[in-house]
């Protein structure tokens, strides 16, 4: 990197890599992801779902399916509605939730929504007719988007909701996965498909007294609305009168902060490492131009959003957003995953993005020591970059403070308050906006073990590392589709992958049901490839990773060395979508092996 840089010669780029690598060493922390704690023994009662009826009770199912979803969010809707568009019947899907939603069923903080363009996050509208009213849909329109889909695809008729899976295991005599559950159900399906989300698992910082606060106290995933009134527009009349904490300020802490600061009487927001928060631009959404669309619009639009966000100028920007503009200029995105622009070239124009960052918070925020405090400093894709209209300015309120950390942390939680920079903030309320696990083991997150051929459990499997064909299929364990980031292709836009990953998944299900095919998993070779080709693709993120500050990409600052097959496929959107939409229209023989066949007619 020069040390100058024509566009902007004011800029000094070693200085900045001095700054970043300073702010860096301020936040590394021995315990790395050990800092965090899980939702169980004492604090099993933040995992408590505060929108399912309590009482709830069934008597156990034992049923035989033809495919069994584990998880009801977007991935799940998704391959449940290709599936029926394939004719597959039998589908039982499963969620520890109440209702389909996945993420968008838990997470209903006040003030949440989708930071991607509503029309081409939101899947399914031309199926559907729906009309998101918001270019950044509320989380409850999306909600209900997910309802609508699992009622137009009769997905509502077997699913089996406020159940957890604890164990699928393959049982080769009867060739099919038996599932059982903590309701103590039994389920004999013949494929399955775990779409168990990226950010499904809260968890909750180690800080030292967290059991011993005696105020209302919840993850922002498990919004408590009967403490605080109101819902996710606002009205959080509960909070009247109270002093409010917030720990964390990613992108769920910036969306909560501006509506708690509106009805807590004092708000403390702690801060250990400011998001990036960059214009938002929320507009209602152009139902004429819906309206005027040809049938397909949807996958039009999506491509040329993917296309925009991975640097390839396609005509008109559809979307034009922070997100297609992202530097500024048709670079590249996401920190090395996607490998087709000059890294010197991206890493300029990041630098001068965050420069603008910076720039917007001095322009917004009015004390200086406040605005200098929530300036980042770390390279853009280190953390998700955020997007707010309303969350710097929430800081000139005067009920508003930020209490700052320098990267150290919250130090300790008592019972009526919290202290931080040797100091004792009282509170009524404490959220935490603090996060969820993320790849940091697959059967972890899903929260079930996998046990594949011969007794093969998936931790011992991917023991040192994930093995997979393209993210979905792995060898010994058939009829198992997976749907995580683990060599799978990424985009901004999730959905574009989910999309073309579940209709990929429903053809070869329907057609080993409807050619009497018992089992399918991936070839050895094609296995081997895909893996010796995710690992060639993977050195420049894992390098840009390693200089990173601590967050959840980079496991807290500490990458493990299994990292190289536990990362996506680093070879851009593109080639991905391109690869499984060639496997779907008929290539995916060559790529499988399929057991015995007894010709059954009907999928
Ligand atoms: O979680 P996070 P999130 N003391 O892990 C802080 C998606 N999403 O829920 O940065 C004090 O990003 C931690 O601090 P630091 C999106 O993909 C999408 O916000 O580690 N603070 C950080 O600030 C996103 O990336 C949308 O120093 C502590 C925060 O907690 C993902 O979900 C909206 C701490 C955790 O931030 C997760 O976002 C929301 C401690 N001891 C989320 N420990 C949209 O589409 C942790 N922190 C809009």
């Known amino acids: 990197m020069s040390a100058q840089d024509e566009q902007t010669p004011d800029l000094d780029y070693d200085a900045l890599a001095r700054k970043y690598e300073e702010e860096r060493a301020k936040r590394l922390k021995a315990e790395g992801l050990g800092q965090f704690r899980e939702m169980t023994g004492a604090l099993a009662s933040f995992a408590r779902d505060p929108f399912a009826d309590p009482q709830f009770t069934r008597d156990p199912i034992n049923r035989e399916a033809d495919v069994l979803i584990v998880g009801g969010g977007f991935g799940g809707l998704l391959a449940g509605a290709h599936l029926r568009e394939q004719g597959v019947k039998e589908i039982v899907v499963v969620d520890r939730a109440a209702d389909f939603g996945g993420t968008w069923y838990w997470n209903r ?158 708000l403390y927001v702690f801060q250990r490492t400011p998001c990036s928060v960059d214009v938002r631009g929320n507009r209602p959404t152009d139902v004429d131009w819906i309206k005027a669309q040809p049938p397909g619009w949807w996958q039009k639009r999506v491509e040329n959003f993917t296309n925009w966000t991975s640097g390839i100028q396609d005509g008109e920007d559809m979307v034009s957003d922070s997100w297609t503009n992202l530097l500024g200029e048709p670079t590249a995105v996401a920190g090395g995953v996607v490998g087709e622009v000059d890294p010197q070239e991206m890493l300029r124009a990041e630098l001068r993005k965050m420069e603008s960052v910076r720039q917007r918070i001095a322009s917004l925020v009015e004390d200086e020591k406040t605005a200098e405090a929530l300036k980042p400093w770390y390279h853009y894709f280190c953390k998700r970059p955020g997007f707010s209209d309303d969350y710097l300015q929430t800081f000139n309120r005067p009920n508003v403070t930020l209490v700052d950390t320098e990267g150290q942390g919250v130090q300790r939680i008592t019972p009526t308050g919290v202290v931080a920079n040797g100091k004792e903030y009282a509170l009524d309320c404490l959220v935490f906006a603090t996060g969820f696990d993320f790849m940091t083991s697959y059967t972890r997150e899903a929260g079930f073990s996998i046990t594949g051929r011969d007794g093969l459990s998936l931790d011992s499997h991917w023991s040192r590392g994930a093995r997979t064909l393209w993210g979905m299929q792995t060898r010994g364990f058939p009829n198992f589709f997976l749907m995580s980031l683990l060599q799978s292709g990424v985009s901004i836009n999730y959905m574009h992958i989910a999309d073309a990953q579940t209709r990929y998944i429903a053809t070869v299900i329907a057609h080993c049901l409807k050619n009497g095919v018992a089992t399918v998993e991936p070839s050895a070779e094609a296995e081997n490839t895909w893996v010796e080709r995710c690992v060639e693709l993977s050195s420049a993120r894992k390098a840009f990773l390693e200089a990173c500050t601590p967050g959840y990409f980079n496991q807290e600052g500490q990458p493990r060395p299994e990292n190289e097959l536990n990362m996506p496929f680093g070879g851009g959107p593109h080639a991905y979508l391109d690869l499984v939409t060639a496997a779907r229209e008929g290539g995916f023989a060559e790529n499988l092996e399929f057991g015995q066949v007894t010709p059954t007619g009907e999928p």
């Open 109 to 266: 903080y006040p003030g949440v929504r989708c930071d991607v363009d509503a029309l081409v996050y939101m899947p399914l509208l031309e199926e559907t007719g729906y009309i998101p009213s918001d270019k950044y849909a509320e989380g409850a329109e999306i909600y209900e988007l997910c309802r609508r889909i699992g009622e137009q695809f009769d997905l509502y008729r077997d699913a089996m909701f406020q159940t957890g899976v604890e164990s699928m295991a393959w049982s080769p005599e009867r060739e099919r996965w038996i599932v059982t559950t903590d309701r103590g159900d039994s389920i004999a399906a013949r494929f399955i498909v775990s779409a168990t989300g990226h950010y499904s698992k809260p968890k909750l910082p180690g800080i030292p007294g967290i059991e011993s606060f005696e105020g209302a106290c919840f993850h922002t995933s498990r919004w408590d609305y009967a403490f605080t009134g109101g819902n996710a527009d606002g009205d959080l009349t509960g909070l009247t009168g109270k002093k409010v904490g917030v720990i964390g300020t990613g992108s769920t802490g910036i969306q909560c902060v501006p509506p708690l600061a509106e009805w807590a009487e004092q």
